[in-house]
């Protein structure tokens, strides 16, 4: 047990150092972006072989699109401010999925994305998905899914980390992966994904920006949202996402910085 605690430590004091772009924030890693990213492809793969990819060409090609521009936006961030080392192992995908139940999408670690076609009639337009794409490519341009597996890893005192990263227990593996990147399920990690969804808000708000879409349409998709559920929600202290009305003011705080970029 020592030993593992030893390792755990030490693990800590290597990622420790990493720094969020766009906000500057420190977080603890415990784990590689280059173990994670593979996990990640191995896990999207799955995904999309147990999915029904979407056939209409259309709705295909936007997402295509948005996601192609947004990843140009990405990578031309961390180009001028010399963090390209931090997009190494990325191998970028854009898939739609048939679901017209599953309001969601999300990006896994290196880039891999999946839309639902639940959610475009959310978005309404092609900015609208932008404003999705971009928040959720700055979940995995933030680490946020390594993060959470870092802080999952820690709470379960690094046993059952060691055992995933030495291969022992792949499942396990994965229903972490799945977790780290979608909501948290425990109570005591719900904070710690409010913060991430409100810093991909941040990032994503001037990735789209950057890409040459209106940022200030942002707020009017989590009003949207809003109205989808009728306007009910859990509330924010037990929910792992911010409130929808934070959210829009959140947004609107940032709006100056993200036009910035939107006009230059």
Known sequence: MRKVG????????????????VTGRKQMNLISNAEIIQMSAQQYDQVLRESKLSNNQEQVNMIKRVGTRIQSAVERYMTERGLTAQ?????????????????????????KVAFYTAILPVCKDETGVAVVMGHEVAHA???????????????QFGLNAVSVLM???????QELLMQAVGAGTSFGMLKFSRDHESEADHMGLIFMAMARYDPSQAPAFWERMSSLGGGQQ??????THPSHETRISDLKSWMPEALQYYKN
């Open 141 to 155: 341009i933030a680490n946020h899914g390594r993060e959470r597996m870092s802080q999952q890893m820690a709470a």
């Open 87 to 111: 997009l190494e192992g990325f191998n970028w995908q854009f898939n739609l999925i048939e679901d017209d139940k599953t309001v969601n999408a999300w990006c896994m670690p290196g880039g």
């Open 6 to 21: 030893l390792s755990v430590l030490v693990a800590a004091l290597v990622y420790a150092c990493a720094t969020v772009p």
């Open 234 to 239: 859990p509330p924010e202290f037990m929910s």
């Open 167 to 173: 291969g022992q227990n792949p499942t396990a593996g």
